[in-house]
């Protein structure tokens, strides 16, 4: 059991290395000693030391990729502002000027500036300090006056990744389709991959028939669901926030039946 006397007056300092780390470790697990809120104790935030390996200044709250062509120095992880976001990226607690050494949360509670709506929220490398709302991403645990408060390493809602499933590119600005299939009055025929400029409505396969009794290409669009649009989700834009919902339909089926020519 470790124990520390009281240093009285006129006595000569003796640095110890024990203390000195249990005080660091206390002073990590409190996020600081600041005049906001700290964490809680035993908040579940995970914390690593981090160095920024980038050339310019990276503000507090930014998604960092771990920079993998550069060398730890000490147990500091270098870092760079967010180029690929399927790889393992955390967020800065402080601004780390080029070089200079810091805390990066790569799991619990995190504090982020957002843009949009939404339940979710996820970074993009075009602007990897401001995190976009959606359906998709860490869940955000409070959101007030353009900040948030997300919670890192827990998983989104359950995402349905069959066919016709929808997913949102924040760099592209696209809504994606998966491919899929339908069945036309017993025909089987695959409908390939779509992608959509996002807006508010149903999203469906289309395919007509015409007065010859031809079959149109099947497409997706974004629709009204009708005899010849079968629809298999929907979308919510609202400026930079797509919110969407995949019908988890596997199969868009088409029962018609008409007159297609007087002579035939």
Known sequence: MAFFPDVTKGQSFTPSALLSNNV???????????????AAANSGVVRI???????????????VNFKSDAALCGDAVPVEPLKDA?????????????????????SG????????????????TSNPATFTRGASGSPVLFSNSGKAVINLGASTQDM???????????????????AGYLNRNGEWKD????????????VCVRTTLDSEGSWSEPEVKIATPGQYAFPIGSCKASGESVIFCSFRVPVAIFMVADICSTTN
């Open 86 to 106: 399927a790889k393992p990226w955390g967020v800065t607690v402080l601004k780390l000027a080029a070089k200079q050494m810091g805390d990066c949360i790569i």
């Open 49 to 63: 030391q981090v160095y920024n390996a980038s050339s310019g200044e990276i503000p507090a709250g930014c998604a």
């Open 191 to 202: 409908v390939p991959a779509a992608e959509l400029a996002p807006s508010t409505g149903t």
């Open 24 to 38: 660091r470790h206390m002073v990590n697990s409190l996020n600081g000693f600041q005049n906001g809120g700290h």
């Open 160 to 178: 349905y990744d069959g066919p016709f499933a929808l997913s949102y590119d924040a760099e592209t600005k696209k809504l994606k389709v998966a």
């Open 109 to 124: 509670p995190a504090t982020v500036a957002v843009s949009g709506t939404g339940d979710y929220a996820s970074p993009s």
